[in-house]
């Protein structure tokens, strides 16, 4: 039986403030897969619930199978010689039928992995295939987040080990050689199927190890991979236009133009003026700019079961009905309301709501402080705070910076118009400088010239067709879908599903809608998407025992 408890954190990839964070919109803190639900962790004695990694995922009187290790990574794959550190992992043999079985390994994300040990139970996907198959589920921690740092103070010098390919040889290596105590001795990839799966950067982590280093998993999964990283991501914008109330998207296009007008035609003093009706008076135009599309941002963690967004909350201001409408005022029809009424709406929003809760999940800052969008104090915390459980996520800036991924979210002519002109992209990646100043001579990949493009001639991008045994799976309104293989600007159009190569698109969905179980119980689609995943895996893990001629435990 599917547990269902379930929450999610938002994410994406660009600078400007850290005030949608944690999990990302200007601050680069990943790109997110649901986290642990509230209601999931635990009550009365949270340290104690803690240290059994299961908080309150199972009833007391049930004994938590989730159990912690540690595995010695090396902290330079091409220099043995420097030594190891500890990288934390997290397994649940509940389901495993015994020696042979199938391993399912989470590939590592952004983040620390303390809340998202879920993923090894059957909430997710992950732990459903594990269930499925009689096997083990386990996930591993990214090198430098967590307690997986062989570093404790994060610079440009001490950074230069945390790149995609260490990351990747991290997840062979662990495959290859952790002592599983469960597996008796048959837990490496020639003795049972592994199987990579991951969702966003993990995600696009499973697509480019299938390339770039067969041989050692069996199958993989890749929800919302983003394959295709691209600079100057706007188009990360398109699909919430399209989820969006077509009311709401033409307004909020009329108000952000009109917006846009009124700052460039003041002076300072009636910028400010302007800026303080919606309560943001303090912050400089950009960092103004950037705190509006917070809303926007929240989109990618909009889940079915719950399908609650800051967007709709802020639609509602928009269009003049409150809240939630809780007084079940007329909604205004596709035309909407005009930009003067809309920006108003918007205004009484951030006023009332938005700005007085953008600093909310930070510590750094009290309650209804909006110095988390400052992005100009160099002694902000945000540039200071250099200890590996950083609030604003400094690796995933890291990676952004040096691989780099990029994926600025800013204005360019002829976007969507969702967002202000004055979010220009030089202002984002000039934080690089910001987060990253020279150490020892060492800095970042992008100062130095490295370039996005260099990272899709490498792994190949949404042109990697030529794949074994993985399946893809996107959201039709996922802001990131446009990395993807199912992008719609993808030459030659979205990649057509086939045998060799299937290709799931959610319809309806947002980022990673197949990933969290309780989805399928309220969505036909996501159902019919999760169970078709779930049949393709479950195929391909049988013909592992079966071209082995290897007997299948539990089977």
């Not at 104090?377 to 690796?395: C, G």
């Amino acid at each position: 039986m599917v547990r269902s408890i379930i929450s999610t954190i938002a994410a994406a990839c660009a600078f400007a403030g850290v005030a949608q964070a944690i999990g990302f919109g200007p601050a680069n803190t990943g790109m997110g897969i649901p986290s642990m639900p509230e209601e999931a962790l635990a009550k009365g004695d949270p340290a104690a619930a803690e240290a059994s990694y299961c908080y309150n995922l199972y009833p007391p009187s049930v004994p938590c199978p989730i159990v912690a290790g540690t595995f010695d990574q090396y902290i330079d794959h091409d220099k043995p010689e420097l030594g190891t550190f500890k990288q934390r992992y997290w397994y649940n043999a509940e389901f495993y039928a015994g020696p042979g079985s199938p391993i399912i390994l989470n590939a590592p994300g952004e983040e620390a992995a303390d809340y998202y040990v879920w993923y090894t139970t059957n909430y997710t996907l992950p732990g459903v295939f594990a269930q499925d198959n009689k096997g083990a589920a386990i996930f591993l921690e990214h090198r430098f987040w967590g307690e997986s740092s062989p570093y404790k103070t994060l610079t440009a010098k001490t950074l230069q080990l945390l790149t995609l390919d260490q990351a990747m040889r991290d997840i062979i290596n662990f495959a290859k050689k952790v002592d599983l105590p469960f597996t008796k001795g048959t837990g490496s990839p020639d003795k049972s199927p592994w199987i990579l799966t991951g969702g966003s950067y993990p995600g696009a982590v499973v697509a480019w190890v299938n390339k770039l280093f067969p041989g050692t998993f069996w199958a993989y999964h890749s929800s919302s991979g983003v394959v295709q990283p691209i600079a100057d991501y706007w188009q990360y914008f398109q699909p919430i236009e399209a989820a969006m109330p077509r009311n709401c998207s033409k307004d909020l296009k009329l108000a952000i133009k009109q917006l846009d007008s009124m700052m460039d035609s003041r002076d300072a003093a009636g910028r400010t003026a302007l800026k303080s009706k919606f309560g943001l008076g303090d912050l400089a135009d950009d960092d103004f700019a950037s705190s509006l599309i917070d809303p926007l941002w929240s989109w990618q963690g909009t889940l079915f079961y719950s399908h609650s967004s800051k967007l709709y909350d802020m639609c509602d201001y928009i269009e003049g009905v409150g809240n939630h409408n809780i007084n079940k005022t007329e909604v205004p029809g596709e035309e909407g309301v005009g930009g003067c009424k809309a920006l108003h709406g918007l205004a009484k929003y951030y006023r009332e709501y938005n700005s007085k809760h953008l600093c909310d999940s930070f510590s750094y800052w009290p309650t209804g402080s909006d110095a988390c969008s400052v992005t100009h104090n160099v002694s902000s915390p945000i540039y200071t705070d250099r200890t590996v459980r950083n609030e604003i996520n400094l690796q995933w800036q890291w990676m952004c910076c040096n691989e780099p991924f990029q994926q600025w979210q800013a204005y360019v002519p002829g976007d969507t118009g969702l967002i202000s002109k004055y979010i220009p992209t030089q202002a984002q990646r000039a934080q690089c400088d910001l987060f990253f100043p020279t150490d020892d001579g060492f800095t970042y990949g992008l100062k130095a010239g490295r370039t996005t493009q260099q990272i899709v001639e490498k792994t190949g991008g949404w042109d990697n067709i030529h794949t074994t045994r993985l399946v893809y799976v996107n959201g039709e309104f996922d802001p990131w879908r446009q990395e993807t293989v199912s992008s719609t600007i993808r030459p030659g159009g979205p990649l057509e599903s086939t045998p060799e190569v299937p290709v799931f698109l959610i319809k309806g969905g947002s980022h990673c809608s197949d990933l969290i179980m309780k989805d399928a119980e309220v969505n036909t689609d996501a159902a019919r998407v999760i169970q078709g995943v779930r049949d393709v895996i479950n195929k391909w893990t049988a013909e592992f025992y079966t071209e082995k001629g290897i007997k299948r435990p539990g089977f």
